[in-house]
Nanobody, 123 residues
Framework: VNLGQSGGGLVQAGGSLSLSCAAS????????MGWFRQVPGKEREFVAAINWSGTIRNYTDSVKGRFAISRDNIQRTLYLQMYSLKPEDTAVYYCAAGEFAVPSANQYDYTYWGQGTQVTVSS
């Protein structure tokens, strides 16, 4: 499964951005998916995850109430809507897909990764 990311960019604090992640294969609809982010010199950090049907969504505490993960299995696309952005949200964001049963916050559970996209929030 190849994952192609789009979206992101530069926004002022308090603004909104959205990310998309398009999967190349129909098998995508069977996989839990997640979003992670990374800043230079730090470990990749879990942001949000969703199960194959979209009925289970998990978020890291720092983005709860501000970010929304969703998926469209017909379009084979994963989304991350980001609202009320803060400078500390600045990072490279990665989408991921894994061949396991439930959404995971552990990056090592994921097999397939997008190329990453920069999100920069200015103060």
């Amino acid at each position: 499964v190849n994952l192609g990311q789009s979206g992101g960019g530069l926004v002022q604090a308090g603004g909104s951005l959205s990310l998309s992640c398009a999967a190349s294969e129909p098998a995508f609809i069977n996989y839990p998916m997640g979003w992670f982010r990374q800043v230079p010199g730090k470990e990749r950090e879990f942001v949000a995850a969703i199960n194959w049907s979209g009925t289970i969504r998990n978020y890291t505490d720092s983005v709860k109430g501000r970010f929304a993960i969703s998926r469209d299995n017909i379009q084979r696309t994963l989304y991350l809507q980001m609202y009320s952005l803060k400078p500390e949200d600045t990072a490279v964001y990665y989408c991921a897909a894994g061949e396991f049963a439930v959404p995971s916050a552990n990056q090592y559970d994921y097999t397939y990764w997008g190329q990453g996209t920069q999100v920069t929030v200015s103060s």
